[in-house]
């Protein structure tokens, strides 16, 4: 039966030209969006600038067209900033799918090195215990910058995995500042509407010296942030195969399939990858593991029951430290975790790290439920509204693990949505579950998580603000105090291994 054709898809009356953007917010503009799925339905049309935008507010749509549709539904919006004049089009995330091979080969690369399977093997899983030891001993020393310490242990992981970079002697070659930088081009290069030059390309050829020109000269310093990003870690691992002992890496690993004999585009696809590495992993995984401090003081029943678990596995009999536990938990105690690991499900579902995702682009003129929907329209899938569906998800704004353990569980299965969509969907996603449940497990183990005390002795209540394309919340204060002594030495001497 044909449906009947009905235009476009309804939504929200915006001006001549300009079209909808003074609705927009600057900021959150997921929870805008949101209101709009309200008031118009799942599958909204607005247009920025002249761009039709499509809004897709629930997993069924957002399946029906990213996923089911990924052939037509899978490239990106042209960046000229970002992409073309800094350079992130050499990477993933802004690359096109339709008809590039490097597209494909990236993909490949992500799924040789951290797919479900490369995530399941012991050397991958044993690298991210160690590292994730440094996060607890930082916790331990310095509890109050929590937040400078995810992103520091996140920073130092993917130098580990990506060139064999180690952790633990201090960053002779600067790479964490190197890479800082070139993510700080890359966010600034990102910012919707910041550059004339992203809604008006043929910009791209002004000379520097050009009036008005100047992003010109900002694209060429970020470009050489981003250059350095790709050189100075890559020749690291050169210097280090010559010296006849590298330590194990992915960059590694690659160059020693090809025995020596890369060629000059295979060398730079490698380089490109591991910056991808640096692009999607950097900021996304501490502010999950920032969200997960900030539930926990929230939430301190959550807490108690998450802990009494670890502790049920973990206290031997007759253990010297009465019900604490006498080791670190490890990613084979997962499966006797089920709490923790809803836990985890509801850390990506809370707060998502990527409420809107990235953009992608329809590359053929197409027709959803009778509605046309045009060639070179930007669809964005609004993960928060999917992610804080009531129906999916009762009491959505609450933080409520249980809900991944009824029998009918259809709320596991949305979380992944967490991740975005189809062919473009998260090529970290293993790899990230994996960081965050350790980090959850053994910071559960260790520590007390409380809200914080002022001079007066007053509780503080943590306030819950977000903001940023990828979403982190605002400083807040907290307690992370060791839940008993006994355990420093249960992590001292889990340390020495
Ligand atoms: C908190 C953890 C993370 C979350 C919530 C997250 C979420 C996302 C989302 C929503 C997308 C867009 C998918 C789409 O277009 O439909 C994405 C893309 C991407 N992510 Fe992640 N991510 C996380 C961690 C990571 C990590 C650790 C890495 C790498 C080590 C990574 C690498 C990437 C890359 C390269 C892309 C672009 C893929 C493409 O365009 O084909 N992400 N991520």
Redesign the pocket.
């Given at each position: 039966r044909r449906t009947r054709r009905r235009g476009y898809p309804p939504g929200p009356r915006g001006l001549p030209l300009i079209g909808n953007i003074l609705q927009i917010p600057q900021d959150r503009q997921w929870l805008k969006w949101a209101e709009w799925k309200a008031q118009y339905g799942d599958v909204i049309r607005i247009s920025i600038l002249g761009t039709p935008t499509i809004i897709l507010s629930s997993m069924q749509a957002a399946t029906d067209l990213?996923e089911s549709r990924g052939n037509i539904y899978s490239d990106?919006p042209t960046a000229t900033m970002a992409g073309e004049l800094v350079g992130w089009s050499r990477?993933?995330?802004?690359?096109q799918?339709s008809n590039n091979p490097r597209?494909r080969e990236l993909?490949r690369l992500?799924h040789q090195f951290?797919g479900p399977r490369a995530c399941a093997e012991d050397t991958l899983l044993r690298i991210q215990e160690r590292e994730n030891k440094r996060l607890l001993r930082k916790l331990l020393s310095d509890p109050d910058n929590f937040d400078a310490h995810a992103r520091n242990c996140t920073s130092s992981l993917?130098l580990v995995l990506a060139y064999g970079y180690p952790s633990n002697l201090g960053d002779p070659l600067d790479l964490v500042k190197i890479a800082e930088d070139a993510m700080e081009g890359f966010s600034v290069a990102s910012e919707p509407g910041r550059w004339w030059v992203d809604s008006f390309p043929v910009l791209k050829h002004l000379p520097t010296w050009f009036p008005g020109a100047s992003f010109q000269r900002e694209a060429q310093r970020m470009r050489a942030d981003l250059d350095r990003l790709f050189d100075v870690p890559y020749q690291y691992v050169k210097k280090e195969i010559s010296s006849g002992r590298p330590n194990p890496s992915f960059l590694l690993s690659y160059l020693e399939e090809k025995n020596g004999q890369e060629s000059a585009e295979e060398e730079e696809l490698v380089q490109a990858f591991a910056a991808?590495?640096y692009?999607?992993?950097a900021e996304?995984?501490p502010?999950?593991l920032t969200s997960f401090i900030l539930a926990m003081a929230l939430n301190p029943e959550v807490q108690d029951r998450a802990q009494m678990e670890i502790d049920a596995l973990l206290t031997r009999p007759n253990s010297p430290h009465g019900s604490i536990p006498t080791r670190l938990p490890t990613f084979e105690d997962r499966a006797q975790l089920p709490y923790i690991s809803a836990v985890v499900k509801e850390i990506?579902r809370w707060q998502?790290?990527?409420p809107l995702?990235?953009?992608?682009v329809v590359t053929q003129d197409d027709e959803y439920r009778g509605y046309t929907i045009e060639k070179g329209s930007v669809v964005w899938?609004n993960?928060w509204a999917i992610l804080h569906d009531e129906k999916i998800f009762p009491k959505p704004f609450s933080f409520r693990p249980e809900r991944y353990l009824t029998k009918d569980d259809k709320a596991s299965a949305t979380v992944a949505a967490?991740?975005?969509?189809?062919?473009?969907?998260?090529?970290?996603?293993h790899?990230?579950d994996n960081?965050?449940f350790i980090a959850i497990a053994t910071i559960l183990c260790m520590f007390r998580i409380s809200k914080s005390v002022d001079e007066q002795g007053k509780i503080v209540e943590p306030i819950i603000e977000y903001d940023g394309f990828i979403s982190h919340p605002r400083p807040f204060k907290c307690k992370i105090e060791l839940r008993s002594e006994e355990l420093r030495s249960v992590i001292d001497t889990d340390l020495e291994h």
């Open positions: 990213l990106r990477g993933l995330g802004y690359a799918a597209f993909r992500f951290m993917i991808a590495l692009s999607g992993g996304t995984t502010s999950a990506w998502p790290s990527v995702g990235l953009p992608h899938a993960i967490a991740f975005g969509f189809g062919r473009r969907i998260c090529p970290g996603m790899i990230a960081g965050v």
